[in-house]
């Protein structure tokens, strides 16, 4: 089994930043940098959203357009880390925050489609208050 730890939720203000962690363990023949990671977020009453990705080389990142210049996605595979600094952050990104280990091994193409993603975490609440 894998499992996977969110950490680094809060209650913010407008205009704060915020850097969410995300640390992986279990089933060591699964080699956590040969994965692509993912966060998602789900708002109250709202469907789950993709926030973006991260390839299991780290050199791609895609995000959503909503994240774009606000968010930042890294990794650190000697932690079996992934991290997602959130700056400028605006109430309508309240909500709980999951991140995600690929399915696939090695994937090519990154993908925002939530059924790609195999693990999830518990997820961590984020709230931006105005």
């Known amino acids: 089994q894998v499992q996977l730890v969110e950490s680094g939720g809060g209650l913010v203000q407008a205009g704060d930043s915020l850097r969410l962690s995300c640390t992986v363990s279990?089933?060591?023949?699964?080699?956590?940098?040969?994965?692509?990671m993912a966060w998602f977020r789900q708002a109250p009453g709202k469907e789950r959203e993709f926030v973006g990705a991260i390839d299991w080389g780290g050199g791609e990142k895609i995000y959503q357009d909503s994240a774009k210049g606000r968010f930042t996605i890294s990794r650190d595979d000697t932690r079996k880390t992934v991290y997602l600094q959130m700056n400028s952050l605006k109430p309508e990104d309240t909500a709980v925050y999951y991140c995600?280990?690929?399915?696939?091994?090695?994937?090519?193409?990154?993908?925002?489609?939530?059924?790609?993603?195999?693990?999830w975490g518990q997820g961590t609440q984020v709230t931006v208050s105005s």
């Open positions: 279990g089933r060591t023949e699964r080699t956590f940098s040969n994965y692509a």
């Open positions: 995600a280990s690929d399915r696939s091994l090695w994937r090519r193409a990154l993908s925002p489609n939530g059924d790609e993603y195999e693990y």
